[in-house]
């Protein structure tokens, strides 16, 4: 009898000890440490612009995993947090808006080296300011003329955020 609670024992034991190991991933014991140049919260570090022949193109860098970005047209951009209308000219505008992300450190310092608010003389961009770094989430808006027709993308390695604005019909740089 003792035999038997004994073989129980050890039989359970080897269960238990079965089924903890099953729910550790298979490559835990050997997965990398986090880095400490990764953040855990995706950092916006600047935004930056240029003109080709056929496009306008803004370009928001950030450092570590690129979070969800939505990008909608508004009738007016506004400040995050304030509500106060952002003084860029123009007649059409995009938010751009990516989260969970910050343009500051946890010290809280900005690491944002972007514009704040710049007036652009290209084609189609007209302006680009940074609306927000509030409650876990950066937006930038950008001022347009004409109604943009755009498109947009990721590029990696180190992470960007791309969105190319169509020149108007027979516009020449």
């Known amino acids: 009898?003792?035999?038997?609670?004994?073989?129980?024992?050890?039989?359970?034991?080897?269960?238990?000890?079965?089924?903890?190991?099953?729910?550790?991933?298979?490559?835990?014991?050997?997965?990398?440490?986090?880095?400490?140049?990764?953040?855990?919260?995706?950092?916006?570090?600047?935004?930056?612009?240029?003109?080709?022949?056929?496009?306008?193109?803004?370009?928001?860098?950030?450092?570590?995993?690129?979070?969800?970005?939505?990008?909608?047209?508004?009738?007016?951009?506004?400040?995050?947090?304030?509500?106060?209308?952002?003084?860029?000219?123009?007649?059409?505008?995009?938010?751009?808006?990516?989260?969970?992300?910050?343009a500051h450190d946890d010290a809280g310092k900005s690491v944002y080296q972007g514009p704040r608010l710049l007036k652009i003389h290209l084609p189609t961009l007209k302006g680009v300011a940074l609306t927000g770094d509030f409650e876990g989430v950066v937006s930038i808006g950008a001022a347009f003329d004409t109604k943009p027709a755009y498109k947009t993308f990721r590029l990696h390695s180190p992470e960007r955020f791309v969105v190319d604005f169509a020149h108007p019909v027979g516009c020449r740089v």
């Open 1 to 102: 009898m003792q035999h038997r609670h004994t073989l129980a024992a050890v039989a359970a034991g080897i269960l238990l000890t079965a089924g903890i190991g099953a729910t550790i991933p298979a490559g835990a014991a050997h997965a990398p440490s986090p880095s400490s140049s990764t953040p855990a919260t995706a950092l916006v570090v600047n935004a930056r612009w240029g003109g080709h022949a056929t496009f306008d193109r803004l370009v928001i860098d950030v450092r570590g995993a690129m979070p969800p970005v939505t990008v909608h047209p508004v009738a007016t951009l506004r400040y995050d947090g304030s509500g106060q209308k952002v003084p860029l000219a123009g007649k059409y505008f995009l938010e751009i808006r990516l989260s969970p992300a910050a």
